[in-house]
C-alpha cells in the first residue's frame, strides 16, 4: 500500500508539505486528500520525488513574507553537492565545484564542509558566507567573484591569510577578518637571500578586520578584535589594512619563541622591502593605507619595529588611529608622500615616531603632514604596563643618508621619555622644512632630559625648522641647539616650566629666533650661549628676580667687564640683555685701566659699528656727555677719538646703548 503525504493549508491559497520526504527510493507516494482540497499544481510524487514541485506554494514565515513555488527556493543556492561533490576532505571534488560554479550562473555556491579541490579551478559565484573552513590548506583554488575571501575558508591553522590571497585572482582583492585572533602566517624579512615566499607581494588587496583591537591591561596581549598574531610583511601596490591588530607581544612570544622574537619575525605590521635584494634594487611601492591599526611588540628593548608605515613607498595614507607599542621603535616612517590622522605610540623604548631617510633612494621621508602625534614612554593613561620605557625619544628625525625634507605636524605630544624631539643627522645630510604648529613635552623629572634637541655635524644642515607653542616642563634643559649654518630654528612661544638648568642652550654656529619665552621656575638661567650663535629673542617673561637672562655655566658666554671696568656700587649691574629683538647694554660702572670696557661675545655684536652718546660723571665737574663706540668685533670703547677716560673718571653709564640683533 502507498504511504500517503499529507498537506496543509497555509493560508487560502498555498501549500506545503507537512511530511516532506526524507528519502528517496521508496516505491511511491499518494496525496491524502482526506485533510483539504489540494492546491493546484500538486498531482502525485513518486519514486523519486513530488513531480509537482514547480507550481507547489512556498511561504517564509514573517510578516511582509511574499508567495515563492518550493522550486524556486530550493535554487535559491547551488550545493556543490548537488553536482557530486562528497566534501570529505580527502576526495578530489575538482571538477563537480567547477560544475556548480557554471551552473550556478551567479548564484551563492554552498560548501557543506571541507572540500579538497585538487586542480586549478575559479569559482565566479559568490560563496555563501560563513566563518567555518571550506577548503583544505591545498586546495588549487581562484575565487575572482568580485566580492571577498575569509581566511576562516581554510580552517583555524597557520598561513591562513596567505592561502587566503593567494585564493585572489591576480589583480587582487578583499581579504576579509572576522573579530577574533588569526595565527601566524610566517612572514619574515631577509637579510641576505632573497624572499620569495613569506610575505605579501599581490598588489590591489584590502585587509579588513571587524574591530580594532586595543592592549590589554598589562600591555603583553591584545584583546576585543580582529587580532593577527606574529609578523606581516608586505611589499606591493594599492595595499589596505583596517581595524586591525598586529600581536608579536610578550605572551605569544614567550609560548612560541621562549623569549623576544628574532628581529626577522618578531615585528608587527612592516610595509617595507621584504629583503636586502629587493632593497638594492630600489624597487618602489605606490599607495598604501592603513585604517584603525594596533601593532604590539615584546619590549622596550626588543629588536624591532611595531609598525613600519612605509619604506620604499610613496603615497601613504594613513586614518583613524595607528599604534605601535613597545619595541625600539614604535611607528616609523620611511616613505614619500605620507598623511596621517594620528600616531600613537606607548613604551617604545628607542622611539616613540621615527621619521628616518635610508640609504636608498627610495627610502626618503618627505612630503610628510601627521595631524597629531601622542607619545607616552608609560603606557596608556590607567593601564599598568609590565615594563615601561626609560630611554629614547618621543619623535626621531634620523638622516642616515640622504635627507627629510617637508614634514608638517599639527600637535605633538609627549610624556616621559627623557628627549621629547630629536634630530640625529650623519655627515652630508639635511633636515629641511619641518613645522610643528603645537608641542607639548613632559620629560617626567628624567634627569639630563631635553625638551628639543637639535644638533647636527658641521657638514649637515637643519634649515627652516619652525615651532609655533612650545610647552616643555620637568626637564633640565628646555631647547639644546648645536648645529651650524646661518638658517633659522624659530619658536612662536616657549613656554617653560620647572626646568633644572636653562631654556635655551644655544651652540656652534646655530640660528634660534624665539617670540616670547615664559620662564617659570627655572634653576639657572634662560639661555646658556656657546660658540657663535645668532640669537633673536622677542619678549622674555621670568616669575623669579633670582633667574638670570644669561648663564656662564659649562663656558656659558655671558658679557663681562674688563680691564679694571667696575660696577658703580650699589647701582645698576652691567650686563647685555636681548629682549624684543635687540640687544641692551646696561650699567653704571666705574672706569679702568684702558677705554675697551668689554668686548661683547658673537651673539651680541652688531652688524655694523654703532656709536652712542652717555652719560658720564667727573669728580669736580659733574655729568658730560661721553662717546661709545660698539665694534662689529664686540670690543666697546669710550672715547673712540681721544682713547681715555678723562670726562667719566667717576662713573660711566650705558643705558640707551642698543642695537638690533643679529639672527
Not at 601622542?374 to 599598568?384: C, E, I, Q, R
Not at 634630530?423 to 620629560?443: E, G, K, P
Not at 620647572?498 to 651652540?507: A, E, P, R, S, W
Not at 657663535?532 to 656662564?552: E, H, I, N, W, Y
Request: glycine share 10%.
Amino acid at each position: 500500500m502507498a504511504q500517503k503525504i499529507q498537506l496543509r493549508r497555509d493560508t487560502a491559497a498555498n501549500w506545503t508539505a507537512a511530511n516532506p520526504i526524507l528519502a528517496q527510493g521508496e516505491v511511491g507516494y499518494e496525496i491524502d486528500t482526506s485533510k483539504d482540497k489540494v492546491g493546484d499544481g500538486v498531482t502525485a510524487w513518486n519514486s523519486r520525488g513530488y513531480t509537482g514541485v514547480a507550481t507547489a506554494g512556498w511561504l517564509q514565515s514573517g510578516t511582509g513574507a511574499v508567495s515563492r513555488t518550493v522550486d524556486s527556493k530550493l535554487k535559491d543556492v547551488v550545493s556543490v553537492k548537488d553536482f557530486g561533490a562528497v566534501c570529505n576532505g580527502v576526495t578530489d571534488d575538482a571538477a563537480a565545484v567547477a560544475a556548480a560554479n557554471t551552473a550556478a550562473a551567479g548564484r551563492p555556491l554552498l560548501f557543506p564542509s571541507v572540500t579538497h579541490i585538487g586542480s586549478p579551478v575559479t569559482i565566479t559565484c559568490p560563496i555563501l558566507d560563513t566563518n567555518q573552513q571550506l577548503f583544505t590548506t591545498n586546495s588549487q583554488i581562484t575565487i575572482d567573484n568580485k566580492l571577498y575571501v575569509r581566511p576562516d575558508w581554510w580552517g583555524d591553522v597557520e598561513n591562513t591569510l596567505n592561502y587566503a590571497t593567494n585564493a585572489l585572482p591576480a589583480g587582487g582583492g578583499t581579504v576579509k577578518l572576522a573579530n577574533r585572533t588569526y595565527k601566524s602566517n610566517n612572514h619574515f624579512y631577509t637579510f641576505g637571500a632573497t624572499n620569495t615566499i613569506n610575505y605579501f607581494s599581490k598588489d590591489n588587496v584590502l585587509y579588513e578586520g571587524e574591530k580594532m583591537p586595543r592592549l590589554a591591561d598589562d600591555c603583553r596581549s591584545l584583546v576585543g578584535g580582529t587580532i593577527i598574531q606574529n609578523m606581516v610583511l608586505a611589499y606591493a601596490n594599492n595595499i589596505e589594512f583596517r581595524n586591525i591588530g598586529f600581536d608579536s607581544g610578550k605572551t605569544y612570544c614567550d609560548i612560541h619563541y621562549g623569549g623576544p622574537a628574532p628581529i626577522a619575525v618578531g615585528e608587527c605590521l612592516t610595509l617595507t622591502y621584504p629583503d636586502q635584494a629587493t632593497k638594492d634594487a630600489a624597487a618602489l611601492r605606490k599607495n598604501a593605507r592603513l585604517h584603525n591599526i594596533i601593532g604590539l611588540s615584546y619590549s622596550p628593548t626588543a629588536l624591532t619595529h611595531s609598525l613600519i608605515v612605509g619604506e620604499g613607498y610613496q603615497n601613504v595614507t594613513c586614518t583613524g588611529e595607528i599604534v605601535g607599542c613597545y619595541g625600539i621603535n614604535g611607528v616609523t616612517v620611511k616613505c614619500g608622500n605620507l598623511k596621517a590622522e594620528q600616531f600613537t605610540s606607548y613604551c617604545s623604548g628607542g622611539q616613540g615616531v621615527i621619521i628616518k631617510s635610508d640609504v636608498q633612494a627610495t627610502a626618503i621621508s618627505n612630503n610628510i603632514q601627521i595631524g597629531k602625534i601622542y607619545v607616552d614612554a608609560t603606557g596608556p593613561d590607567g593601564w599598568s604596563p609590565y615594563v615601561a620605557a626609560t630611554t629614547g625619544a618621543g619623535l626621531y628625525f634620523q638622516c642616515v643618508a640622504n635627507y627629510i625634507d617637508g614634514v608638517q605636524i599639527g600637535s605633538f605630544n609627549c610624556t616621559g621619555y627623557p628627549i621629547g624631539i630629536t634630530t640625529d643627522l650623519s655627515a652630508s645630510t639635511y633636515l629641511l622644512n619641518v613645522q610643528i604648529d603645537s608641542a607639548r613635552i613632559d620629560c617626567s623629572t628624567i634627569a639630563n632630559s631635553v625638551g628639543v634637541n637639535l644638533q647636527a655635524p658641521s657638514s649637515s644642515i637643519i634649515q627652516f625648522v619652525q615651532f609655533g607653542n612650545l610647552h616643555v616642563r620637568n626637564c633640565a634643559s628646555g631647547i639644546v641647539a648645536q648645529y651650524y649654518g646661518d638658517w633659522v630654528t624659530s619658536f612662536s612661544n616657549v613656554d617653560a616650566i620647572n626646568v633644572t638648568d636653562v631654556v635655551l642652550q644655544i651652540g656652534n654656529t646655530a640660528s634660534v629666533n624665539i617670540s616670547a619665552i615664559h620662564a617659570r621656575t627655572v634653576t639657572n638661567a634662560v639661555a646658556r650661549i656657546t660658540g657663535t650663535p645668532k640669537l633673536l629673542f622677542g619678549q622674555v617673561f621670568r616669575d623669579q628676580a633670582g633667574c638670570p637672562m644669561f648663564d656662564s655655566g659649562s663656558g656659558g658666554l655671558v658679557p663681562t667687564l674688563k680691564n679694571g671696568w667696575t660696577q658703580f656700587a650699589g647701582n645698576d649691574t652691567f650686563r647685555v640683555e636681548l629682549e624684543g629683538g635687540r640687544i641692551n647694554m646696561r650699567g653704571l660702572i666705574t672706569p679702568g685701566s684702558s677705554p675697551t670696557l668689554s668686548t661683547l661675545p658673537q651673539w651680541a655684536r652688531p652688524f655694523e659699528t654703532k656709536r652712542f652718546v652717555v652719560v658720564g660723571n667727573t669728580v669736580g665737574p659733574g655729568q658730560s656727555a661721553v662717546p661709545i663706540t660698539v665694534g662689529t668685533n664686540g670690543d666697546v670703547l669710550v672715547n673712540e677719538v681721544t682713547g681715555n677716560t678723562a670726562n667719566c673718571t667717576n662713573y660711566l653709564s650705558l643705558a640707551g646703548c642698543s642695537w638690533t640683533a643679529q639672527a
